[in-house]
């Protein structure tokens, strides 16, 4: 797979990547990211990629110009499956990142400012995505949480895949199965040692005793009936 990411901040991308599974991925040749300096296709000596928003308004916006011509040098047959992040997006779910994982290319355009200019939502890209319903400063944050996502469920990225069957929003490998839709399963309880943990307090905080029965059936069971059920 590949990631092409258009950001006005290249370098807020050179930590997120340089670690753990997306670093692995990335070193394995399982994914290449790239991430282009949106000022590179601006066309004034001062690199400007903003203006004031037609009609008045507070803020200013991203213009269409220099988002097409960066799209049209790196993507001229629209191969690509086309992301920009904007609070007025679609909330991204774990089944819109498995259909995205599947991809081969995927480029991700980060808003800034007040807004990007509408034209740009319309015309140039395939899909508007939001991570939530809150605002940040720009869509870097959300691109660097979906790229992770996204390449997480690349297959052979991560080391033991079994584990992508009963994480949460995951109902692969479940008997509970819910009758709507709007629900989706969260991942049961974990515990690891010690199984007697003595607080400061004097408490003493116990592992559940089915976890230590080495029985599988009750075990499977108790997984199943301890996994919390979540709203979209």
Known sequence: MVIDILTIFPKMFDSPFAESIVKRAIDAGKVIINTHDL?????????TVDAKPFGGGAGMVMMIEPIYKALHELDPDH????????????RIVQEKVRELS??????????????????????LVDECISIGDFILTGGEISSMALTDAVVRLI?????????????????????????????????????TRPAEFKAKEGKVLEVPEVLLSGNHGKIKKWREQNRRIACK
């Open 102 to 123: 599947q991809k081969e290319r995927i480029i991700l355009v980060c808003g800034h400012y007040e807004e990007i200019d509408q034209r740009v939502h319309d015309f």
């Open 39 to 47: 000022r590179k296709w601006t066309s004034d000596k001062h690199k």
């Open 155 to 191: 297959p052979g990225v991560l080391g033991n895949e079994e584990s992508l069957k009963e994480e949460s929003f995951s109902t692969e490998n479940s008997n509970i199965k819910s009758q709507n839709s709007n629900f989706n399963y969260l991942e049961y309880p974990h515990y």
């Open 79 to 90: 191969g690509a499956y086309r992301i920009l992040f904007t609070a007025r997006g679609a």
